[in-house]
């Protein structure tokens, strides 16, 4: 896999002596977000466990797997 302009977004620790002057907060309310997403896949069996042999019948799992979240957020909203 090879990711273009991608730039690390590591938290400091809260007991640090020295924190750093500048933290991208606006890029890690993204990460948190990409990693909320991949944790709620995962809740799906299929998804987890990687079941399907074809790249394409994963990814179709996958679309099944998010169209169920996105349902469910609107659902409860």
Known sequence: ?????A?????????AKSKPTFFPKALYKGRARIEQAIG?????????LRCEK???NFSS???IAAG???IKSV???
Do not use: D, E, G
């Open 7 to 15: 730039v690390p977004v590591i938290p400091y620790r809260s007991t």
């Open 75 to 77: 659902h409860t909203a």
């Open 61 to 63: 799992i996958v679309a």
């Open 54 to 56: 074809t790249k394409q």
């Open 1 to 5: 896999m090879i990711f273009h302009c």
């Open 68 to 70: 169920f979240i996105l």
């Open 40 to 48: 709620k896949l995962k809740r799906f069996k299929r998804v987890a």
